[in-house]
């Protein structure tokens, strides 16, 4: 049975859970785009459009927008992403076109490109305002597992290209971790839900409720569809446990943030202790703060050079007043009935490790208690690749599935994958890799040469 994407059940924050960079009114959205430079050509793309995962004409949405034409900028962007909407909220504009802007490079500030494609896909959602050309229908079925990102943008690459595409998702509603996990702070109101029925109007099948979880699904799916997309995202927090872990107080990082988004926020005491130094310890740090934590320290067990958040993250959540310990590593949590204290050890950095990293070494001697009301582990996610050891020849490499990175195919011909299953880290990323998995998808169904 086909199904109509559900409007979603997340409710606006207010106050404290402001977005950090609010959506912009038609004069502010005409002025800011007036200042850019319209850089590029037809043979030397601007470094914006270089710099976007998703190939974004960016100077060609922000001209529309100068012009007082935000229809024709949605045009533009969903042209190349179809999920131009959340990309607009969520992408590291800082690193990727933002950073390449010619008027950051010569010291001034950049075009505000993020909030632009916000205006302009918040337009046409507001509008209703038709996105891509569908083709004609050819008949061929293909199958998507996941409705998250890779999942949402796969369907809808394949469907503007005839094919008939239903989409498998085991949740209520879609999204995945770009809908569940992404900090409030970062937008209110998630268009997800309305990129999802956008997809739906053009003629994508969901499935909702339906996960993929027995040999048999896995083995009808591929009898009934002409290929298959692995669109299958990452699932729960990366199991680290700490004696005391029981302790009332400590929180994973994925159940902490959608408690929030979901009415049911956390109290977090005044003293909050983050383990991680990724971008989700980032946001459960700042989140921690906005939820009225009078101190929030965030411990790595390497240096900052090493940390993997973006940088500009880190220098986000230091100038809203977050600490950092490096060298620090986590022993316990102690507590009788909720968590009073954090005991820590600090270490030295070895020899690399697997990663290329140095890897982080004990020093004895060096114990030391943080006292804390509330612990976050945001120590990374897993992919949910379980019941893929059902698919005959797959290849699961470092714990994701293995791809031609030049058409997405993988090790089983029947299957291609997308997204965080495959490595990629970001919703562009994920855009870039299912746009891959589509060509790559038509391709082989057309007999092409992989």
Not at 60 to 85: K, M, R, T, Y
Not at 236 to 252: F, R
Request: charged share 25%; proline share 8%; aromatic share 6%.
């Amino acid at each position: 049975m086909t199904q109509t994407p559900p409007s979603g059940s997340f409710r606006r924050i207010p106050g404290i859970f402001e977005e950090a960079k609010p959506p912009l009114s038609n004069l502010e959205a005409i002025v800011e785009a007036e200042r850019c430079l319209r850089c590029g050509g037809p043979y030397a793309p601007a470094p914006c459009l270089r710099a976007c995962p998703a190939s974004v004409n960016v100077p060609g949405f922000v001209g529309a927008i100068a012009l007082g034409d935000p229809a024709q900028a949605a045009s533009i962007i969903f042209e190349e992403n179809l999920l131009g909407g959340t990309c607009a909220r969520v992408c590291p504009t800082e690193v990727l076109c933002e950073g390449a802007c010619v008027l950051h490079h010569e010291g001034r500030r950049p075009v505000e490109i993020g909030r632009l494609q916000r205006y302009a896909t918040d337009f046409a959602f507001d509008l209703g305002l038709r996105t891509r050309a569908v083709a004609p229908p050819r008949g061929v079925p293909i199958a998507v597992i996941g409705a998250g990102p890779a999942g949402l943008a796969a369907a809808g690459e394949l469907v503007t290209r005839g094919y008939t595409v239903t989409v498998f998702e085991s949740r209520a509603e879609p999204g995945g971790l770009a809908r569940f996990a992404i900090a409030p702070y970062r937008q209110q109101l998630e268009p997800l839900p309305q990129e999802a029925l956008m997809l739906n109007q053009m003629g994508v099948h969901f499935r909702f409720g339906n996960p993929i979880d027995t040999p048999q699904k896995l083995h009808d799916l591929e009898a009934k569809y002409a290929a298959v997309v692995l669109a299958v995202g990452l699932g729960k927090d990366v199991e680290v446990t700490y004696p005391g872990d029981e302790l009332e107080g400590v929180w994973d990082s994925l159940p902490f943030i959608e408690a929030i988004k979901t009415g049911k926020t956390p109290k977090v005491g005044s003293e909050v202790t983050v383990i991680g130094g990724g971008n989700t310890a980032m946001d459960v740090a700042r989140e921690a703060l906005r939820l009225g934590a009078n101190t929030v320290n965030v411990l790595y067990r390497r240096t900052e050079a090493e940390m993997p958040a973006f940088p500009h993250e880190v220098e986000e959540a230091r100038a809203e007043g977050v600490h950092f310990e490096w060298l620090t590593l986590p022993i316990r949590f102690l507590g009788k009935h909720r968590l009073e204290a954090l005991e820590c050890q600090h270490v030295r950095l070895g020899e690399p490790d697997e990663s290329g990293r140095r890897r982080p070494q004990p020093v004895s001697g060096t114990e030391f208690l943080v006292p804390t009301k509330t612990v976050i582990k945001a120590i990374g996610q897993r992919p949910r690749i379980e019941f893929l050891r059902w698919v005959e020849g797959l290849e699961i490499r470092d714990g994701k599935i293995g791809i031609d990175p030049q058409t997405a195919q993988t090790t089983n011909p029947h299957y291609f994958a997308a997204g965080d299953a495959t490595g990629g880290a970001t919703v562009v990323e994920a855009v870039r890799g299912a746009k891959l998995a589509a060509e790559g998808v038509d391709r082989y169904l057309k007999g092409g040469r992989l």
